[in-house]
């Protein structure tokens, strides 16, 4: 079962269990575990998708009880992750909100969405869908405000700056980060002028 896989993933390197782990020892740390797992929202958007993607390969009433759980899922974390979207095992999301997959999405294992406000989608929202899948490999990380526009490749062990925009594809082992540079502008000195 893949969320196995996504809970392993999480108790591997997630960052709350980072913060307190080496503070809590024994039976402190074996409570805290199922604690996070239950009221991590991250945690809640994963399992969410999972039986919605469980779902979705049934025949009516079970299509339409993943979509119910989409439409909850979006309700409570803030998340669109479509049951239609292909996301392997491993799958990680840090902080859910804002946070938008498009439903022909196929990314590999241990995909981590470790921020908010993260679109992975579409460039064109005219366009037909099917030209514009987002295929993403395994072990990719994706920074907080990024955005990923199909279609387009995204290879293995790529780290996705924050607020960077990808609409191009990026090979194996590669690091996205924005060209932009941010510069502080003082108006006031301007208006004394």
């Known amino acids: 079962m893949m969320f196995l896989e996504d809970i392993r993933s999480i108790l591997n390197s997630g960052p709350m269990l980072l913060r307190y782990g080496g503070q809590l020892k024994g039976l402190k740390f074996a409570a805290y575990v199922p604690i ?3 009221f991590n929202a991250g945690v809640l958007a994963v399992g969410l998708y999972r039986l919605s993607s469980w779902l979705v390969q049934f025949p009516f009433p079970a299509r339409y009880g993943s979509l119910l759980i989409d439409r909850l899922n979006q309700f409570l974390t803030g998340v669109q992750l479509p049951a239609t979207a292909r996301l392997g095992p491993g799958l990680q999301i840090v902080h859910p909100q804002a946070v938008i997959i498009a439903p022909n999405v196929v990314a590999g294992k241990n995909l981590r969405v470790a921020g908010a406000a993260v679109t992975i989608g579409w ?14 490999g395994d072990n990719v990380i994706v920074g907080a405000g990024a955005k990923i526009l199909g279609p387009l490749t995204v290879g293995n062990n790529v780290k996705i700056g924050p607020n ?6 990026a090979p194996d082992d590669s690091t996205v980060i924005s060209a932009a540079r941010t510069k502080v502008i003082s108006l006031a000195a301007e208006e004394q002028a």
């Open 36 to 38: 996070m797992l239950v």
């Open 123 to 136: 460039a064109d929202v005219d366009g037909a869908p099917d030209d514009q899948v987002v295929t993403i």
């Open 164 to 169: 960077s925009m990808l609409v191009e594809d």
